[in-house]
């Protein structure tokens, strides 16, 4: 899914006002949080008027959900095209290689967008909190899809379970970026996703074995 998925059919004029009202909600959340950014505030980014945004959207709840959409393709955007390419252990690492090295760049400063996100909604609103699920079940399907590949082509054992190592895969990225954060350094990440990365090598064929050889670990 993606945000194109969630928008409805609109003018090609109202589809860009309604694009940059997003654009600019997503970006103050990321600078400021959902609590720290007002629709007043969303107003003067984004140069529309009271009456534009709420033709589009009914309250800010429902804007910041579009704003979670938003910020999930730009995230899955980033990663790509090795998001796209995670059906050996050497893409894994490829991917764990240029999320990393992309963290050392922005000198670690800033957690994940929808992360942050999450963590300030998921206690609220039951709605806003499913469309942070699916747009996370998003994020997550690419890795779900490598892993199954991997499996299904023999290069993982058939007891290895996508579902569960595509979570804690995830679980692992999200907790390495918030002590990144903390700590200004991409190190904790870097271990976090080694260590991921490492338990679905445990499941690893000796063919899959063999090759992932060629390029070996992940460095922090």
């Known amino acids: 899914m993606t945000t194109a998925q969630h928008t409805p059919k609109l003018t090609a004029r109202g589809a860009a006002t309604r694009t940059r009202i997003v654009a600019a909600t997503a970006e103050l959340v990321r600078k400021h949080g959902a609590a720290g950014t007002s629709l007043d505030d969303v107003l003067a980014a984004s140069r529309t008027s009271k009456s534009q945004l709420y033709h589009y959207f009914a309250n800010k709840e429902d804007l910041l959900r579009a704003a979670a959409w938003q910020q999930t393709d730009r995230t899955m955007e980033a990663q790509r095209p090795e998001l796209d390419q995670l059906d050996s252990l050497a893409g894994l690492r490829r991917w764990r290689d240029k999320f990393v090295t992309g963290r050392d760049e922005a000198q670690n400063v800033g957690g994940c967008p929808l992360g942050s996100l999450a963590s300030e909604l ?99």
């Open 122 to 220: 998921a206690d609220g609103d039951p709605q806003t909190r499913t469309v942070l699920q699916k747009c996370f079940t998003a994020w997550v399907s690419p890795l779900h899809r490598g892993l199954t590949t991997m499996r299904d082509q023999g290069r993982l054992r058939p007891d290895a379970d996508p579902d569960a190592l595509a979570e804690a895969i995830m679980a692992a990225l999200q907790g390495g970026l918030l002590l990144s954060n903390t700590y200004r350094s991409s190190r904790p990440l870097a271990r976090a996703l080694d260590m991921a990365i490492d338990h679905v090598a445990s499941f690893a064929t000796v063919r899959e074995a063999a090759a992932a050889k060629a390029y070996g670990p992940g460095s922090d």
